[in-house]
C-alpha cells in the first residue's frame, strides 16, 4: 500500500518524470534507481564520486533526504534539519519542486566509498 501511494505522489507531483529526465539529459542514462516501499534513492557515478538524491514519500508529503544541517531559516521547504519536506500544497508549484531539485542535483548526498 505504501509503494502505490508513493508511486501516485511521485507521478501526481511530476518529481518521477523530473528524475528521470535529469538521468536522461544530464547524465546521459548513467543514475540508476533504487525503489522501496516509501523511498527512492537516484543514484549516479563510481566510486569517489557516487552521489544520490534520497526521495521519501511520508503520506502525500515528499521529503528529501540531506546530510544533517542546521535548522533551515526558511519557511519553504520545511525543515528539520535532516530531511526537506514538501507537502501536497508546496509540490503542486512544480516550479517551485523542480527549482529545489536542481539544487540537490547540483550539491547531492556524497556516499562514502565502500573500498
Known amino acids: 500500500m505504501k509503494r502505490e501511494?508513493?508511486?501516485r505522489v511521485l507521478r501526481d507531483s511530476g518529481l518521477a518524470e523530473m528524475l528521470q529526465s535529469i538521468n536522461k539529459?544530464?547524465?546521459?542514462?548513467?543514475?540508476?534507481?533504487?525503489?522501496?516501499?516509501?523511498?527512492?534513492l537516484f543514484k549516479w557515478g563510481t566510486g569517489y564520486t557516487r552521489r544520490h538524491i534520497w526521495v521519501?514519500?511520508?503520506?502525500?508529503?515528499i521529503r528529501f533526504r540531506l546530510t544533517q544541517h542546521r535548522k533551515c531559516l526558511n519557511?519553504?521547504?520545511l525543515c528539520d534539519g535532516e530531511y526537506h519536506t514538501f507537502t501536497s500544497q508546496l509540490w503542486a508549484n512544480r516550479a517551485l519542486l523542480q527549482m529545489e531539485l536542481k539544487k540537490y542535483y547540483d550539491k547531492p548526498v556524497a556516499e562514502t566509498s565502500s573500498d
Do not use: C, H, Q
Open 25 to 40: 539529459n544530464l547524465l546521459k542514462g548513467r543514475g540508476w534507481f533504487e525503489e522501496y516501499d516509501s523511498t527512492v
Open 75 to 77: 519557511s519553504i521547504p
Open 56 to 61: 521519501d514519500v511520508d503520506g502525500t508529503s
Open 5 to 7: 501511494n508513493a508511486k
